[in-house]
Antibody, heavy 114, light 110 residues
Framework: QVPLQESGPGLVRPSETLSLTCNVSIGSVKDYYWAWIRQSPGRGLEWIGYTYYYATTEYNPSLESRVAISVDTSKNHVTLEVRSVTAADTAIYYC????????WGPGKMVTVSA | QSALTQPAFVSGSPGQSVTISCIGTSANVGSNNAVSWHQQHPGKAPKIILYQTDQRPSGVSSRFSGSKSGNTASLTISGLQADDEADYYCSSFTVIKTIVFGTGTTVTVL
């Protein structure tokens, strides 16, 4: 079983909300920090934000106004929402464990296009 | 927040050593030891190879080593092998509790 698995729509229309889920199969989501990172085609890695069940959530200042990350303990997964998307949000989205990113999911390609 | 600065390309022959620098500021790399390094092969997810500047996770080759001086962290790959050909990214915790990645370095084995 894959320790972390991202899922969600692969195509999102401009101005709509991108929603992804990271299913965690390596223990409880309460036990660690969880992060989202993205990589635009042919580009480098960009940190989106991280959350911890017992503490606050921190976001990349450049995305903070449009992003929300949360933990769902009933489903043991981590969610990401990016509002008002544009073509610039087209990327592979990864979830990762801890702020050192010691385990990564395989990634989910999301395209923003009409 | 600005990305940490890495050389775009580094190359070496099999068996040689190469070093990748990761230049930050006193607000990130220089403020703590929470620097990590990740290896990414084409079409694959990144994989951690170092954390806390110089700590290797279980299963990572001892050919990978890390250090830091001031605002600059470094990754050294010793005994370069064909499978080391990949992209490498540093990341650092910052004083405002955010995380910043490096620009990335492509390592080529000649």
């Amino acid at each position: 079983q894959v320790p972390l698995q991202e899922s969600g729509p692969g195509l999102v229309r401009p101005s709509e909300t991108l929603s992804l889920t990271c299913n965690v199969s390596i223990g409880s989501v309460k036990d660690y920090y969880w992060a989202w990172i993205r990589q635009s085609p042919g580009r480098g890695l960009e940190w989106i934000g991280y959350t911890y069940y017992y503490a606050t959530t921190e976001y990349n200042p450049s995305l903070e106004s449009r992003v929300a990350i949360s933990v769902d303990t009933s489903k043991n997964h981590v969610t990401l929402e990016v509002r008002s998307v544009t073509a610039a949000d087209t990327a592979i989205y990864y979830c990762a464990r801890r702020r050192r990113f010691d385990i990564w999911g395989p990634g989910k390609m999301v395209t923003v296009s009409a | 927040q600005s990305a940490l600065t890495q050389p775009a390309f580094v190359s070496g022959s099999p068996g040689q050593s190469v070093t990748i620098s990761c230049i930050g500021t006193s607000a990130n790399v220089g403020s703590n030891n929470a620097v990590s390094w990740h290896q990414q092969h084409p079409g694959k997810a990144p994989k951690i190879i170092l954390y806390q500047t110089d700590q290797r996770p279980s299963g990572v080759s001892s050919r990978f080593s890390g250090s830091k001086s001031g605002n600059t962290a470094s990754l050294t790959i010793s005994g370069l092998q064909a499978d080391d050909e990949a992209d490498y990214y540093c990341s650092s915790f910052t004083v405002i509790k955010t995380i910043v990645f490096g620009t990335g370095t492509t390592v080529t084995v000649l």
